[in-house]
């Protein structure tokens, strides 16, 4: 494997998630191929396309399309969401942190799995009851169906599009690489795909397509820890005693460093992931799959295992690394230990499978890092294209009254132009630094999406009035903030200093969301307003019982 492969590479995975928030994304050189890497890539898309072509035979319904007709079961959407959530900068910027920083990178490990206790003790089962195939079904159940499933839709949209161009550039950038295509070629080979995917096999087959991703990534995870393992004696305590030995900062990689010198921009970091998490449009919709509540916890249970497993054994890996990657001359550049390593500081992961296994495991890894992106490209694509058929179009625009028939056309042909609009954005995109849209699409989605979605299961006294201020003025400060710091408005816009001081806009946005949506809604006394009050109880009901909520059908 060239030492310009393994550079690229790391350009290229960077965008691929949260955990890389500070990458820039520029355009990566042509490579030679990495036969092992193409092999696995094909045996994976062929494995998925013959899933869509099942799945097609068995989408037929609008419940079909959007919440594979609610029968997943409990542990094959823990795996789902799992697949879903784990992704590419998982594997590669969370091990990459710990291999630098140590404890501060175990720090930024906790902030990504602390939110799925949330979903899984106050959001699960009253997500599952209340909502039939988007967040909006339940925003909306007691408020003015017009209005607030076109904020919903609205909020939705902006972080499925923000999501999905930083995946499309990340999967580009990757292709490109392991074929040796156009940048613009690439981008457009993850479009069609991403189309396919989900116009012919909906969420069955997108369903799939996660399990296998989840599957294939615990399953690198696993063998790479292995290997490690054996390399330490199966001690964690030498693993541990090596890392202090050969990091250069000693024992003090052991406890606080830089990370949480600010506790400000820690605290707003860590709402934005917590609470983001709770609200993204594509982990939503994945609880509407499974045939009742009870299964719907235990998704979450099955997937917060999982997740908090996978994330242990990055933990572990990173902390390996830096005794095998950090004391061995080859992956520097220019053989000098504790200089650059070669393809940049996300790369120490990828040394280390290839210490481990060779060009073998390397390739398998690269593969699949690609499959974790492809996986998250499909969901999200999935849920913009509910969001403009089933909300926009099916209950704003045609008032309840579209047949389920005009309703997928208007899905497939969302999913389509979901595609072309990611294949353009990528193209654009493709030089730019788009580190700020993934801090974007957490703050969304924390102030936006969460404050109207959690009220509305859990307080009697939100109002659509509340609700629409509220959820506007969360996506506005939200947005503002993003533009006016660092990550915009200098690294971005060029300016020496950012107007707004913080990274992550979450602590401030998501607390003004929260406020004016109480406030404005204590001020309606409208007669509207009452009757949205009183129709809590009924809502209570559902949610606790499940009593009128969409049946499951077999598949």
Not at 45 to 73: C, E, M, N, P
Not at 400 to 424: D, N, Y
Request: with cysteine; glycine share 10%; net charge positive.
């Amino acid at each position: 494997m060239s030492k310009a492969f393994l550079g690229t590479l790391a350009a290229a995975l960077l965008a691929a998630g949260p955990a890389l928030a500070a990458g820039d994304m520029g355009a990566a050189d042509k490579q030679a191929v990495n036969p092992t890497a193409i092999a696995m890539f094909v045996a994976f898309v062929g494995l998925t396309l013959a899933i869509t072509y099942w799945a097609a035979k068995r989408t037929r319904t609008a419940s079909d399309f959007y919440t594979a007709g609610g029968g997943i079961s409990g542990f094959q959407n823990g795996l789902a969401i799992a697949g879903d959530y784990m992704s590419a900068a998982t594997l590669l910027g969370l091990s990459s942190m710990v291999y630098l920083t140590g404890f501060d990178g175990v720090a930024y490990i906790v902030s990504f799995f602390v939110g799925w206790p949330i979903i899984l003790f106050l959001m699960a089962e009253r997500l599952r009851n209340l909502g039939r195939f988007t967040f909006a079904d339940i925003a909306s159940y007691r408020l003015d169906q017009s209005k607030v499933r076109t904020f919903a839709a609205m909020g939705s949209l902006t972080v499925v599009c923000c999501y999905l161009v930083v995946q499309m550039v990340g999967a580009g950038q990757l292709i490109k690489l392991l074929f040796g295509l156009d940048y613009a070629i690439a981008v457009v080979l993850v479009g069609v795909l991403m189309v396919i995917y989900v116009t012919f096999g909906g969420m069955i087959a997108t369903t799939w397509v996660q399990i296998i991703k989840a599957c294939l990534m615990l399953g690198g995870g696993l063998l790479l820890l292995l290997l490690v393992l054996v390399q330490f004696g199966f001690s964690l305590e030498t693993i541990a005693a090596k890392a202090t030995a050969a990091h250069k900062a000693g024992v003090k990689i052991m406890g606080p460093g830089a990370l949480l010198a600010d506790p400000v921009s820690t605290v707003s970091m860590s709402l934005g992931l917590v609470f983001g998490t709770s609200a993204l449009p594509h982990i939503m919709m994945r609880f509407f799959t499974v045939p009742n509540a009870k299964e719907a916890r235990k998704s979450v249970f099955v997937a917060s295992g999982l997740i908090g497993a996978f994330f242990l054994v990055v933990a572990i890996l990173g902390m390996a690394a830096i005794s095998i990657v950090g004391t061995d001359p080859k992956y520097f550049e220019g053989g000098a230990v504790g200089g650059k390593l070669i393809g940049g500081n996300n790369m120490p992961i990828m040394h280390l499978a290839q210490a481990m296994g060779g060009d073998l495991l390397l390739g398998f890894m690269s593969a699949v890092a690609f499959a974790t992106i492809l996986a998250v490209v499909a969901g999200l694509a999935l849920a913009g294209a509910s969001s403009i058929a089933h909300d926009l179009y099916a209950r704003v625009i045609c008032k309840g009254k579209a047949t389920e028939a005009q309703e997928m056309r208007v899905s497939k042909l969302s999913s389509l132009a979901l595609g072309v609009i990611g294949v353009v954005l990528g193209i654009l995109f493709e030089k730019q630094n788009v580190a700020f849209l993934v801090g974007l699409t957490f703050g969304i989605a924390a102030s936006a999406n969460f404050p109207v979605l959690i009220l509305s299961m859990y307080w009697k006294g939100l109002t659509t009035r509340g609700a629409l201020w509220g959820g506007l003025a969360g996506l506005i400060s939200a947005v503002t903030l993003v533009i006016l710091s660092k990550t915009v408005w200098v690294a971005v816009i060029g300016y020496a200093q950012p107007i707004f001081p913080y990274e992550h806009p979450a602590l401030f946005s998501m607390s003004l969301a929260f406020l004016v949506t109480i406030v404005v809604s204590k001020l309606d006394s409208s007669a509207r307003a009452k009757a949205e009050i009183a129709a809590y109880e009924d809502q209570y009901v559902r949610s606790q019982t499940g009593i009128g909520a969409a049946a499951a059908s077999a598949h």
